[in-house]
């Protein structure tokens, strides 16, 4: 993966996605203070329309780096107030972040583990063109006369001819046997052929994938950064955010009717995970289950 300053020095070639315009860069150069090397992320320097999947990895980077920076910020104010030993501290972080931080963590990686399952079915239904009844005579010939040649002479024609498309798609479209490729060759002429016939699509698939690689990596570090702060072993995070991340970070919800102003109204509410209780949803709430 190409750093910014080789984009930005014209040393490597950037990803499409990839924008010169700075103030469209989000996030920091590392997950916490200190610059630690372990702590070292990637920044989101890419740009794409509302509701392509550019931007939706660029939201759940974003709602990444605030969680962490929110949970940070309350560690702050939680040991400045004096009121809680360094355990109450620890057990007032865990609290909140059990219905906000570690809720809004998971489902930013859920959009993103969304966003590379549609990269991977993408990818998945690129094929390779069916040969017309004409061409798939050609291809038999083809094959034929590679079988019955010696094994240098048919080592020399397919180094001299393997770029040639007939001859890539006559050995794809069959067996190995058939042509007396050796499969493993097969193979990496199906994958060229692959690249001939769908190159600019793959090309933007590689370059979906390496902004998803960025942000997953984020997601990853963010959620461990949150344990860090809270101030917990691993197995204690681990209980605590198995009940923030289940349903995806969606808060248990239903749906109650209520009589306001003599008439009957429907009221979302949510279950509210620290306080162990009922609650109205707030309008971001209702949003998201929408």
Known sequence: MATIAQIMNGTASPNRYFTSDEAKW???SHIAPGKRPEKRIGRFVYDGPDD??????????????????TLRTKRGETEKSGQFTPLGVTEQLARGAVTDEIPALRRARAA??????????RRGSLKLAKPTPEQIEEHKEIRTAMRMMGREQREA?????????????AIVNAIPALSGVDPLIRQHIAHEQLQREHGEALSEIADLEEVALVVDEVTGKARNELREIIGTSREVF??????????????????????????????????DMAAREWRDASADEVGRAA
Not at 56 to 62: D, F, H, T
Not at 241 to 267: C, H
Request: some cysteine.
């Open 52 to 69: 392509s999947p550019i931007a939706k990895l660029r939201a759940s980077y974003e709602s990444a780096i605030a969680a962490v920076d």
């Open 112 to 121: 993103v583990d969304k966003v590379k399952a549609d990269i991977a079915e």
């Open 157 to 169: 024609f397919l180094k001299e001819h393997r770029t040639d498309p007939t001859v890539a798609a």
């Open 26 to 28: 989000a996030g920091p």
């Open 238 to 271: 681990e209980s605590i955010a198995k009940v923030g991340e289940a349903r995806n970070g969606e808060l248990p919800m239903k749906v109650e009717q209520r009589l306001i102003n003599g008439q009957q109204v429907e009221v979302c509410r949510v279950f």
